[in-house]
Structure formats: C-alpha cells, structure tokens
C-alpha cells in the first residue's frame, strides 16, 4: 500500500468520526453511547431487566456489549493450548472433584463438554457385584446362589 493511499484512509476515518461525534448515530444507525447511559449500565449491571426498563431504545445484546466492554460483565473462559494440555493429562486420571479444582472457572458440566469436543473419554466406572439380582417385578430379591 503507497503511502497517498493510507493518508486518504487516514483522513477519511477522522471526518467519519468527527460526522459521527457531530450527529451522535454510529456505523450502523444505532445512536452512540452517552455518559448518562453508561453509568445506567454500571450501576444496574446484573439485573438486565431494570437496564431495559431505563434504556427502552438499547437491545439485550446491546447491553450486554456495553456491560463487556466496560470491563464489569463477566468474559467467557477460553481454553488455551495449555489448559487443553493439562486437561488431557487429567482426564483419564482425576476424580470429578480434581477436574474441578484444577479448572475453577468451569463447571463440571462445561468440563464433559470440552472433554467430548476433544475426543477424550472418561474410563468407564467399574461396579462391584453385590450378590444380590433384581426380580422383573422389584417386590422381591433374589439371592445368588453362585
């Protein structure tokens, strides 16, 4: 790219956001966020209900943009080359409870899921025979003999 090129684009991305400051209404239609409607944001942050009852004209997805990047939303964890390494030498080996405690941001369920998007399976659980059968009708038990 020739230097003329990347000051025309230069020039052209400070009126674009000189047009907007001067008419309040971003790229796509949508008004920009004012100081009144971040401070909304920051101090009814959990509950997304009251912010739509004082922001009516802002979406849910809207909200929740904001609230991420005003840094007070939670961000979603994701996994690294790293953390997948370390999960796949836990795996086979560690209880349910170990996963959770090396993984504290994830849940258990978020765990099986990303166990199961990398191909691993957990071994299966091996029960103890007790001796003792189970009749079709569940009223009675029925000794093994053997």
């Known amino acids: 790219m020739h230097l003329a090129e990347l000051t025309k684009y230069a020039v052209q991305g400070q009126r674009h956001s000189q047009r907007m400051q001067r008419t309040g209404i971003g790229n796509g239609g949508w008004p920009l966020w004012t100081e009144a409607e971040t401070e909304i944001c ?6 997304y209900k009251a912010m739509r009852k004082a922001l009516p004209h802002r979406t849910q997805a809207a909200l929740a943009t904001r609230c991420q990047t005003l840094d007070i939303a939670k961000r979603r964890r994701i996994w690294t080359a790293r953390s997948d390494a370390l999960f796949r030498r836990l795996d086979r080996t560690a209880s349910a409870s170990e996963l959770c405690a090396a993984f504290p941001d994830h849940s258990l369920k978020k765990l099986c899921c990303r166990g199961s998007a990398l191909g691993l399976s957990r071994p ?6 007790t001796g003792l059968l189970y009749s079709t009708n569940f ?5 093994d003999e053997t």
């Open 124 to 129: 299966k659980v091996r029960y103890k025979p």
């Open 42 to 47: 920051r101090s009814l942050y959990p509950d």
């Open 139 to 143: 009223d009675r038990i029925v000794r």
